[in-house]
């Protein structure tokens, strides 16, 4: 335990001491712009049932992509993202490998996947974001059920920040990824959760 001690206390020194949580659910807060996914703080998890025994997850990180948003004119909203596919951690190192070849995800042929809205339908704190994913060189439609989650300077960085939280469900066997299907299941659950920065 004492190995750790010591950078843990030098990162908690160099942390800002916060007053409150710089990021807040309030619509109002959000300033119009242009901006980019923080990576760091970006992240796509996926969750599938394997061989009707349990509901396995595994994660992508690495996202990159835009934001074009305009609070008084959300229906103009346009996001694009990025995910290195190449990136996929699950809790097996094996696994990862598998998922990594050409039976699944074929990552050095198709290295990344790449989502483009086409519309942006918002009520409140929601929205429908309808667009493209290509994923295995395939591309299809998909709809985001997205929620604001918060917006403020974010104390790090000093950039007005912005995050969402959407989810949705793809068939990966009409993305040419069918590998054990039904035994692992063909629909895959997605949850991406994505931190913007004003440029």
């Known amino acids: 335990m004492r190995y750790f001690a010591a950078p843990l206390a030098l990162a908690l020194l160099a942390t800002p001491a916060l007053a409150q949580v710089p990021g807040q659910p309030n619509v109002a807060a959000v300033k119009a712009g242009s901006y980019a996914t923080d990576p760091n703080h970006s992240q796509v998890a996926f969750s599938v049932t394997h061989f009707g ?38 809790t097996s190192t094996k696994l990862n490998e598998h998922l990594q070849s050409p039976d699944f995800l074929d990552a050095a042929q198709f290295p990344t996947a790449h989502f483009e809205s086409t519309s942006v339908v918002a009520s409140g704190k929601t929205a429908k974001i309808s667009g493209n994913l290509t994923l295995h060189g395939v591309t299809k439609p998909v709809v985001l059920n997205a929620r604001f989650i918060g917006a403020g300077t974010n104390p790090m960085s000093k950039a007005e920040t912005v995050g969402f939280e959407a989810t949705t469900t793809i068939q990966r066997s ?5 590998k054990y299907v039904p035994a692992v299941t063909d629909a895959v659950d997605l949850r991406i959760t994505v931190a913007f920065e004003k440029k």
């Open 174 to 178: 009409q993305y040419g990824i069918a």
């Open 53 to 90: 025994f349990n509901v396995y997850h595994g994660l992508f990180g690495g996202i990159t992509g835009t934001l074009t948003l305009d609070p008084k004119a959300p229906a103009a909203s346009k996001v694009v993202i990025d995910i290195p596919v190449a990136q996929v951690v699950t």
